[in-house]
């Protein structure tokens, strides 16, 4: 007789396949399954040099259902633990993940019962707030996954520290558990920001693709129109021109830089309790860049959200704006984008 599961279980959250061709797989699912295409994601979960990539997603959501999400997950390379688990265990499901509300109380019941963890601790990205535990896969052949997502770790976003620490826990089914672990999770660069506006769509796109703005919700604080009436950014190294395009969910600033021109993406979906806004971290740069960046994008989402009738509580406020001060300082100075 076995312990039951101390704790409700909460609903599926995603479940993540391991396969030898994750776009022939993510295929069949589309066009013969009815599964949807939500997005291609590169992730170093560790064991590529900087800049490259040992994992591929193709992240599509169930058929008729956006907000629930099957991963298809193949190695890049033959040091990744992708690879080398595949190798191992052959393709299909590697782990179904359920939400739990309360994660800290779910992992406390789940070590009272013995139940067998892949880790001793709790496994947090301090960027999204998402937490995650996985039950080990002895009894089952698949790892359990349960997670706890908050308002700005929503249903269908996955951040490269989530994967990095899937990867990690997986070391120990593939005879490499008892060498060091490389700090996997220090690796992995983060790749997007979500928040939440609490306006309708059409007020968050008009807002945001205003260049006088600027200054009032991101660093970019010497945003200015110039003589011709074009806007510019003013910096310590010269003017660099600014254009703001707006697609229908999209909202793009696009820096023109002769050399390499620099553009940030504002993806906006229309949610129940407001509006959900998306920034891709651009990739390519390096590790501290994209954490930089992604901690900027977070105090101007939580500006933009002030600035768009939001109550902010005052601490949080006043640190993103400290926090804009400080940043403001660095893209002043940049000489390139
Ligand atoms: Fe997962």
Known sequence: MMTPLPLPLGRLDHYTLIVPDAAACSRFHMEVLGFGWVREQKVNAGSAPEGEYDMLNHVLHLPGDPSRTMVVTEGLTEDSIFRKYLDAHGPGIHHVAYAVDDLAEAYRKLEEAEIPLTSKRIAHDPMTGLRQAFISRDKTGYFIELIERTEEAEEGVFKSGNMAELAKSMKSYIGEGEKAEPSVAATAA??????????????????????????????????????????????????????????????????????????????????????????????????ARAVRTANAIKSELVLLSDALGASVEPKRLEEARQEMGRFHLEVYSRKGA
């Open 190 to 287: 983060p790749t997007a920001v979500v928040g939440k506006l609490p306006c309708a769509i059409d007020e968050a796109k008009s807002f945001l693709s205003e260049p006088g703005n600027l200054p009032l919700w991101t660093a970019h604080q010497t945003v200015m129109k110039d003589s011709g009436g074009g806007w510019i950014e003013r910096r310590m190294n010269g003017d660099v021109p600014l254009e703001v395009k707006v697609a229908a969910n999209r909202v793009s600033f696009g820096w023109e830089f002769t050399e390499k021109p620099f553009e940030v993406h504002f993806d906006l979906d229309e949610t129940p309790e407001g509006v959900r806004v998306t920034v891709p971290i651009p990739q390519g740069v390096d590790e």
